[in-house]
Nanobody, 118 residues
Framework: QVQLVESGGGLGQAGGSLRLSCAASGRIFNIIAMAWYRQAPGKQRELVADITSDDNTNYDNSVKGRFTISRDNAKNTVYLQMNSLKPEDTAVYYC????????????WGQGTQVTVSS
């Protein structure tokens, strides 16, 4: 059974940095993309960044130039380096692995809280 385990959340200061990690345990195959989403209180979950199997990346406009997504295929791990943090980055962050060859399957992490103080 595949599980995604996140780490690295916590309290950060405005202008500071945090790094999130998400590792898959169990056997996982045909990963198409890895992504980070976030959900702030009272808001819908939104895509922060994703990275495809051929390392194409995509970022939400609100984090472009501040956040960097990367992956380690050998470790089935995805990272999110968050720099120049802002209070509006406060949210629960979820990692997502999308797999599939004939059909798509989404795996989700349990979520990690990121709180940015001003």
């Amino acid at each position: 059974q595949v599980q995604l385990v996140e780490s690295g959340g916590g309290l950060g200061q405005a202008g500071g940095s945090l790094r999130l990690s998400c590792a898959a345990s169990g056997r996982i195959f045909n990963i198409i993309a890895m992504a980070w989403y976030r959900q702030a209180p009272g808001k819908q979950r939104e895509l922060v960044a994703d990275i495809t199997s051929d390392d194409n990346t995509n970022y939400d406009n609100s984090v472009k130039g501040r956040f960097t997504i990367s992956r380690d295929n050998a470790k089935n791990t995805v990272y999110l380096q968050m720099n120049s943090l802002k209070p509006e980055d406060t949210a629960v962050y979820y990692c997502n692995f999308r797999t599939g060859k004939w059909s798509l399957t989404d795996y989700w992490g349990q979520g990690t809280q990121v709180t940015v103080s001003s």
